[in-house]
């Protein structure tokens, strides 16, 4: 039977979802993200199916979203960058959590997320060596080019400072793997996007795994573009993200 607890980690709100029977055992961790505007209840499918398959996994709330909340997450539009540089902030408090408990089998901790979670993904990767693994749900591994496509969205009652832009630019691009593919220390890492996602386009993931394919870091990356498929997930992707975390990690 598989459980879902919700539970503060060292302070931070998490679901963690595991098969009953192996919840005192060690076993493969993988913590994976929701996306803009959901919260972490919402990537429960995600997270049974990867339970069943006998992994640990811990499902957190974003900053703004959920039990986080701070009004509503849409006022918080341009401290868009904040939520995933915060989760990212977190990530290390959670390993340890369960490291220190012991329920970590070896080295096997992978990350994923869908959206704004698979954009904490790959920016987490250029960052900690801990992920082993990754898979990246509509997602982009270009924070800084997808930025200058979110301020290109901005209303025009808002106005941003032109220093406030640059900071913004200059501290993504420590984690833009596009830019630094050899942070990837050719670990797995999986792509899967729609081909008619107007939310986060495909077109930057698909400039990314072509410019880097020769890279001797990037040769465990993969990618599948479906055909007409928009910014949401169908049972068949969360299958094959799973099935691509077994690969990884068992």
Known sequence: MITVNEKMVSG????EVVDADLIQKKLP???FYHGWTNCKEVVLTQGYELAKQGFRVVLPEALFHGVRAEGK????????????LHSISEFPIIVQHYRTKNLILGDKIGVGGFSMGGITTCMLMAVNSEVKAGVVLSGTPSPVKFCQQLLGL?????????????AQLNELTGYDLSMHPEKILNRPLHFWHGSADEKVPCDLTE??????????QTQNVTMHISDGAQHKLSYA???EMVQRFVSYLQ
């Open 73 to 84: 997450v849409t006022d918080h539009f341009v401290s868009f960058w904040k939520i995933p």
């Open 29 to 31: 961790l993988v913590v």
């Open 207 to 216: 400039q990314f795994v072509e410019l880097t394919k020769d890279d001797p």
């Open 154 to 166: 901005l209303p025009d009652d808002v106005t941003l400072s032109k220093e406030f832009v640059d």
């Open 237 to 239: 992707v969360t299958q």
């Open 12 to 15: 931070l709100p998490v679901l």
